[in-house]
């Protein structure tokens, strides 16, 4: 068989995990960020449960849950391009360990008999200080990733830290919940030890490389910043990636952030929230499986297109005042569109040159950030109108269809997906000749 012919069944195939996890570096990869990312929900929770039992106050709970996204305003921006800078296991295990001081003079702080009103200045400081470090942490990961597998098996790997993000989401707020209503301070010290584990895992396991640079000179760390925005918005591959992107995540986040005043209007309980929550990172965790493992890299391109259309659509039923067992569908629906990210991701990832990779991750995690709570604000406003919240979210849907639809017409072809890759990659080292030196 050819070279040719393996490359075309191969690409007719898709990536298994064995050679996903072939690589010792990755799988101690996943292994860190697992860790990490449950230690990092663990924590959130305990914090909101800590400061809403020491006062009272709604408000500063849900401000001080609201800090942890506060980095992605701005400053994780220059601190993605500060990791295109650095070695991106270095980035990475700093990070960790910075996190894991962090974090414990928070545990530390809040075991010490000091007043709520001098102890709670200093533990938000200590928990925005964690939080402003974990953009660079993720910059570098996902920077680090294309380095280490390549192919159709990135695209699984991809599905992998998908499946592992959910799942270490639902693991950490679930062990936090418990934990904290046990003892929140032991819930603190658990995240810091995740933390030191997340980098010591790193340092034995993952090898050091040298910064990853694009030959051109360095400027001031603004400067660098700003092109990472240039690259992806000024990119028509990338930018149309990324708005696609940011719309799919601005309707599936709708039924889990709407799920306690939606269970609330169907007569519903706190199960039901639980249930319609639940149910939407589990969707997108079977359906990320399904669609990188068992469909062809070929056809998944195809379905890219369908998939990102039914995000909204499938809003578009709650204007029939659905019962809480057709809202729990709806929410499944809409998060089975979730499968397109991965091969979205991997096509993105390949398109981006050596040297800006931290920076464009930067940008398009602070924009999924943002349009997650920019559209769960959205309903919650348009609700204060005297909507009900099945049809608020019905209208999205609607809105949303129309805006999608429109905006997949400038969908580039396969090819054009194909072209920005092989700008993006480096020029092939020139072969030696037989016979040469």
Avoid at 40 to 47: D, Q, T
Wanted: net charge neutral; charged share 10%.
């Amino acid at each position: 068989m050819t070279n040719d012919s393996r490359s075309e069944a191969a690409g007719e195939r898709p990536a298994t995990y064995r050679e996903v996890f072939a690589s010792a570096e990755l799988t101690a990869l996943f292994a860190s960020f697992a860790v990490s990312k449950a230690g990092s929900m663990l924590a959130r929770v305990a914090v909101t449960f800590l400061v809403y039992n020491n006062t009272n106050s709604p408000l500063l709970a849900t401000g001080t849950f609201a800090i942890t996204y506060a980095p992605y305003l701005g400053p994780a921006q220059l601190l993605a391009a500060l990791a295109d800078r650095m070695s991106y296991r270095t980035t990475m295990v700093v990070s960790d360990f910075l996190r894991m001081i962090f974090i414990g003079l928070v545990g530390v702080i809040a075991v010490l008999p000091i007043e709520t009103a001098v102890a709670l200045p200093f533990m938000l400081v200590l928990v925005f200080a964690a939080a402003m470090v974990e953009p660079a942490y993720q910059s570098a990961r996902s920077a680090m990733m294309p380095r280490l597998v390549e192919g159709d098996a990135l695209t699984l790997a991809l599905s992998v830290y998908l499946t592992l993000n959910q799942s270490a989401q639902l693991a950490g707020y679930f062990l936090g919940g418990v934990i904290a209503a046990i003892n929140p301070d032991i819930a603190l010290f658990i995240n810091a030890g995740a933390f030191a584990l997340s980098g010591v895992v790193l340092l034995i396991f993952v090898k050091k490389r040298p910064p990853v640079t694009n030959g051109e000179p360095r400027e001031n760390i603004f400067a660098e910043t700003a092109a990472g925005f240039k690259l992806v918005f000024g990119n028509r591959i990338l930018r149309i990636i990324a708005l696609v992107v940011f719309t799919t995540i601005m309707f599936t986040i709708i039924p889990e952030g709407a799920a306690a005043p939606w269970a609330h209007e169907v007569g519903g309980t706190a199960v039901l929230q639980g249930v319609i929550m639940a149910s939407a990172p589990i969707a997108a965790i079977v359906s990320s499986v399904v669609f990188t493992r068992f469909t062809p890299p070929n056809l998944r391109r195809k379905l890219i297109r369908p998939l990102v259309f039914l995000a909204p659509l499938a809003l578009v039923p709650a204007l029939f005042e659905p019962s809480g067992t057709m809202v729990v569908v709806i929410a499944v629906v809409c998060n089975l569109t979730m499968a397109s990210l991965s091969p979205l991701n991997a096509i993105f990832v390949k398109a981006v040159p050596d040297g800006y990779r931290a920076r464009a991750f930067s940008v398009m995690q602070s924009g999924m950030m943002l349009i997650q709570g920019i559209a769960v604000v959205s309903i919650g406003a348009l609700t204060k109108l005297g909507l009900s919240v099945a049809h608020t979210v019905g209208a999205w849907g609607v809105a949303g269809t129309i805006v999608v639809g429109g905006l997949l017409v400038f969908w580039p072809a396969s090819s054009e997906f194909d072209d920005a890759v092989a700008a993006a990659s480096p020029p092939a080292e020139p072969a030696k000749q037989a016979g040469g030196a």
